[in-house]
């Protein structure tokens, strides 16, 4: 699924330009995913088109408080992991998200098969959150999303 999102992430831009569901799923069979694949992420892709457009049975995702502290009941936090839980910190405490986007974030990650969600799963979600919302993070999330920690010199 993760690799699907990846594709589309890549490959359209924000909002509009994305294909209808039928369309982008003839294009993804196309280019080779396996049909489960492109099922779970189209699903996964409806789910985030509901936070963007949230019902009034949503109201955690419309207006949340900026200023509130995220307590995690424990299937969250099974669902989540230590990983993506620290990352989802670094992002509240560093990167300033918005508390919205964050609620966004937590909603996909919890509608991710599997877990706990791996961390370079958690930030693909992040890229496709800010990339529904039509929003750019700023520089610090952009490098902490694409760079590998593994890889970084230390000064």
Known sequence: MFEVLTFVYENYDPGESCP???HLERKLTAMGFESDEIGEALT????????AHPSPLQ??????????????PRH????LGMKAL???GFLEN???IPAQLREVVIERAMAAPGGPVSLEDLKIIVLMVYWRFGQEPDA???D???NDPAERVLH
């Open 20 to 22: 209808e569901p039928a």
């Open 44 to 51: 996964w892709l409806q789910g985030l088109e509901g936070a």
């Open 59 to 72: 109201p955690w995702l419309v207006q949340p408080q900026p200023d509130s502290i995220r307590v995690y």
């Open 76 to 79: 969250e936090r099974q669902h």
């Open 86 to 88: 620290g990352f989802l």
């Open 94 to 96: 560093a990167a300033n």
């Open 140 to 142: 610090l999330v952009l």
């Open 144 to 146: 902490e999303l694409f």
